[in-house]
């Protein structure tokens, strides 16, 4: 009988141990659930993302600042896709590079710059 009951509440005591396994806070620990299969090569996904979309990116720096869960990116980017462009539209071309990724986040932090124009070029 007490393996039964052990048993029937296994679903409950494995839910409630993956919601205490991310963190103290349990919204917080709900996002990260989500994300921390993946975010060993979140990173990653998002650079070549970026690069393929945006071939002119002369400097890109990803970083999850979600403390390790992968729920929240903040993204460094100097192109020359951006030169002559608000920095709205700028933002708007980095946000819809990367839509479906950013559909599974929870947050994201956009800083861009339009690569500088050599004399030479």
Excluded: W
């Amino acid at each position: 009988m007490f393996r039964q009951l052990i048993r029937a509440l296994e679903p409950v005591r494995n839910r409630l141990s993956r919601a205490v396994a991310g963190s103290s806070n349990g919204a917080a620990s709900s996002e990260c659930n989500n994300f921390e299969r993946n975010s060993q090569t979140k990173e990653q996904q998002l650079s070549s993302t970026l690069k393929r979309a945006l071939p002119g990116i002369t400097y890109i720096s990803i970083e999850d600042i979600s403390g390790g869960c992968g729920a929240m990116y903040e993204i460094s980017i100097e192109a020359k896709e951006f030169r002559g462009l608000s920095t709205v539209k700028q933002h708007r071309l980095v946000t819809n590079s990367l839509k479906n990724e950013i559909a599974e986040m929870h947050g994201i932090r956009i800083h861009t710059a339009a690569t500088k124009v050599d004399d030479n070029t």
